[in-house]
Antibody
């Protein structure tokens, strides 16, 4: 069974960089035909895809956030990470990591709340 | 970006009811459309992919249909565990989601 677990600070100051890591078990992030991505959800609102990294290491990002988002990976630890720069209160949300195949998300992490506040 | 619009935004129904949720894409997405169910405090769960294919383990009372720009999710006979928020998501371009439909008990 594939499992994903987000980790990182729950509180980030405005203008700083939010960094989260997703640890994957039950699958390899460097094999198969999968994307490994990040999705966020502000409280009481809908879902927004931030970007993803393919098993080859190539990345795609949400055009509206592209200038602030970086997704990278550490294959030796079977982890991938999200960096979101210059955060504001609008970036406060639950952040999910997820596995995507053929455009559908079949496995999700439990989510982690990140609050942007001074 | 392809915009996804769901209707209604909220819906009240009773156990045993048949309900339909609609999702409209801002351009033709063929059948690159998925549906998810989300319960409070939980991650979304994939219900249907490719507009009409039931994800493994999902009850057959859930049915998806449509192609092009107009899609529907139908629950044939609501069960207590079906009260949740439902999202459509397109994968024709960069992934985008509808705004959600909150289904609650009448």
């Amino acid at each position: 069974q594939v499992q994903l677990q987000e980790s990182g600070p729950g509180l980030v100051k405005p203008s700083q960089t939010l960094t989260l890591t997703c640890t994957v078990s039950g699958d390899s992030i460097s094999s198969g035909s999968y994307y490994w991505g990040w999705i966020r959800q502000p409280a009481g609102k809908g879902l927004e895809s931030l970007g993803r990294i393919y098993t080859s290491g190539s990345t795609t990002y949400n055009p509206s956030l592209k200038s602030r988002v970086t997704i990278s990976r550490d294959t030796s630890k079977n982890q991938f990470s999200l960096e979101l720069s210059s955060v504001t209160a609008a970036d406060t949300a639950v952040y999910y990591c997820a596995r995507e195949i053929h455009g559908r998300i079949d496995f999700w992490g439990q989510g982690t709340l990140v609050t942007v506040s001074s | 970006d392809i915009q996804m619009t769901q209707s209604p935004s909220s819906l009240s129904a009773s156990v045993g009811d048949r309900v339909t949720i609609t999702c409209r894409a801002s351009e033709n997405i063929n059948t690159y459309l998925n549906w998810y169910q989300q319960k409070p405090g939980k991650a979304p769960m994939l219900l249907i992919y490719g507009a009409s294919t039931l994800q493994s383990g999902v009850p057959s009372r859930f049915r998806g249909s449509g192609s092009g720009t107009d899609f529907t999710l139908t629950i044939s006979s609501l069960q207590p565990e079906d009260f949740a928020t439902y999202y459509c998501q397109q994968n024709y371009g960069s992934l985008t989601f509808g705004q959600g439909t909150n289904l609650d008990i009448k």
